[in-house]
């Protein structure tokens, strides 16, 4: 059977969109929760919202145009999402009212926008450290694992995993500074 000839570009496997999505879930993901913990008012609120949000980024993903910001796109479903939450929780007292409400996810999507060139400085920098830096500082914040636990798995005091951190961080800070006030 002949497959007709086609020109243009191909469009995207469906196995091309779903790591397209995966890897900008993955990228956005605490930042989106960090944003629903701003409109919302518990944890446990913005963690259902976040399940529901996820659900919808992915349902929706086909009108996502690749190239255009992610996190922006995610922020709006997500405020929706947590309309339709305190409209659901009628009978629970709800801290702000609409316009507050878009107000504050105005704010946290526009602080969210200004630290992403921050965020691009600090990974360059994480790139500059030698590899056993980046690999306990990665340990130490990714995994959110304790210092305790970390020091009795690589076999050194807490103690003195914690000076070890203490001068990765003022590496990065020194980095951070030196690189934001070269981009000014």
Not at 1 to 19: E, F, I, L, V, Y
Not at 49 to 65: A, G, I, N, P
Not at 141 to 151: D, F, L, P, Q
């Amino acid at each position: 059977m002949d497959t007709p000839n086609r020109s243009g570009p191909a469009s995207p496997s469906k196995q091309d969109r779903t790591a397209e999505f995966v890897a900008l879930y993955s990228e956005n993901y605490q930042r989106l929760q960090y944003f629903l913990l701003a409109l919302l008012p518990t944890s446990n609120d913005a963690s259902d919202v976040l399940q529901e949000t996820s659900l919808v980024l992915w349902d929706k993903f086909e009108t996502f145009q690749t190239g255009t910001n992610f996190f922006a796109w995610a922020c709006k479903i997500a405020r929706l999402q947590s309309l339709k939450h305190y409209e659901r929780n009628k009978h629970r007292a709800r801290p702000f009212d609409d316009e507050t409400l878009e107000r504050l996810a105005e704010d946290a999507a526009e602080y969210a926008a200004q630290t992403e060139p921050r965020i691009e400085v600090l990974e360059s920098c994480l790139k500059d450290l030698p590899e056993s830096d980046r690999t306990l500082i990665r340990r130490r914040y990714e995994t959110g694992a304790s210092v305790n636990k970390i020091a009795e798995e690589i076999g050194v005091t807490a103690n003195r995993l914690s000076k070890s951190l203490g001068r990765i961080r003022r590496a990065l800070m020194a980095c951070l500074e030196r690189k934001l006030a070269l981009d000014h």
